[in-house]
């Protein structure tokens, strides 16, 4: 069977993936992308693809290192989607270009305050009623808008693949399709075997057993699940906002964006109740979830609602005590680079990381090859 060299080739089709083959091809990388399933089937289209800049990290009362590292980064992707960074995002469709916060209680204590300073001027912005989005019909309380966005994952993956899909082929990645030799790393295709001088995992859920698979030294994987609830609902009404309406702890009492869902709108949950959800059965989930809309968003109805539970694994770089990593993640362990973006909102930055460990490219052309591509999955709604 023929041998082809190639510079690079990336594991795992979700937002890291798909970000990294659209940076390395705009920089002349000869690369490939090799996904299991369909693309964006893990945790890209299970998120709520927010954008964020960090101020549901600060809602302790002051700027924490979480908030700080993600705090440019709404920016950053604003300069992709104007089409004025390396990534092109033109075009790509965004699901709200402003996300809210609010409470039906508007003595938030020290919050009020914190929101008001000088040290978040120009990241949040009390509204006046008259400015209040449709959504906010019928609510007594404050609201804020932030620079936060929610994009449209699907959309994000097509605009970051579709012009480069005879390069991202359908393979389980594992010690049966991929073995070290020359310092590099062979993958084995239907018909064809690529050498890549460099195998880059973005593989998220699938990151660990890859490393072992593959007897990579020095790098460790952990998990940490949520219980995300997905509500079908007649209310025709579009939401992307954080509830802190008796918010007693430092994440948002409820994260709630608005999806198309094949029987209609459904709106998305996270926040904390979705950390707190690995601890609840699945019916226990969703009449709590009940419970919280009935309480954080009473103004609807939401007695002819149906819910569904979505448990996702977030794959990160193993960190003392399992916390919550505070940035995007790259590490070089010979031939072989981990990637993690630990959240959406990231990647930007897992891009920049990378480009300071990769070689640089020889380049070159693909092989003519019949082995079956991979295309983008749906969301699972």
């Keep these: 069977m023929p041998i082809h060299a190639i510079d690079a080739a990336i594991v795992g089709g979700g937002i890291a993936g798909a970000w990294v083959l659209n940076l390395l091809r705009g920089r002349g990388y000869n690369v490939v992308l090799l996904e299991n399933n369909a693309i964006g089937c893990g945790q890209t289209l299970a998120s709520q693809g927010m954008i964020h800049g960090g101020l549901k990290y600060t809602l302790s009362g002051s700027l924490t290192g979480a908030s700080e590292a ?151 994987v952990q998990h940490r699940p949520l219980k995300q609830v997905i509500v079908h609902t007649s209310n025709d009404v579009h939401l992307y906002a954080h509830c802190l309406t008796g918010v007693t702890s430092d994440e948002p009492r409820l994260t709630i964006t608005t999806h198309k869902g094949n029987s209609g709108t459904i709106w998305y949950l996270g926040g904390q109740l979705a950390e707190d959800g690995v601890k609840r059965d699945d019916a226990e989930q969703i009449a709590h979830a009940r419970g919280e809309l009935e309480t954080c968003v009473p103004w609807l109805d939401w007695s002819d609602a149906s819910f569904e539970v979505l448990t996702i694994n977030r794959a990160e770089p193993k960190q003392s005590g399992g916390r919550r990593p505070d940035e995007a993640y790259v590490a070089r362990e010979g031939s072989f680079i981990q990637c993690f973006p630990t959240k959406l909102t990231l990647t930007p930055d897992l891009g920049d990381q990378l480009l300071s460990l990769i070689e640089p490219p020889v380049g070159g052309e693909l092989p003519a090859t019949a082995h079956p591509r991979a295309t983008i999955g749906a969301a699972p709604w």
Aim: with cysteine; net charge negative.
């Design 70 to 220: 993600i705090a440019g980064m709404p920016a950053r992707w604003r300069q992709c989607l104007a089409g004025d960074d390396e990534v092109d995002l033109r075009g790509t469709r965004l699901l709200a270009d402003v996300y809210h916060m609010f409470s039906a209680n508007t003595a938030l204590g020290r919050l009020t305050s914190f929101f008001a300073s000088k040290a978040l001027r120009g990241r949040i912005e009390k509204l006046p009623p008259e400015a209040w989005p449709t959504a906010f019909q019928g609510f007594d309380g404050v609201v804020y808008a932030l620079n936060d966005f929610v994009m449209d994952t699907s959309d994000l993956l097509a605009t970051l693949t579709n012009a480069h899909a005879e390069r991202i082929y359908a393979l389980e990645a594992g010690a049966d399709t991929i073995s070290a030799r020359d310092g590099g790393w062979d993958i084995q295709l239907n018909d064809v075997t690529l050498h890549a001088r460099q195998l880059i995992s973005c593989a998220g859920n699938g990151a660990a057993t890859l490393i072992d698979a593959l007897d990579i030294p020095n790098l460790e």
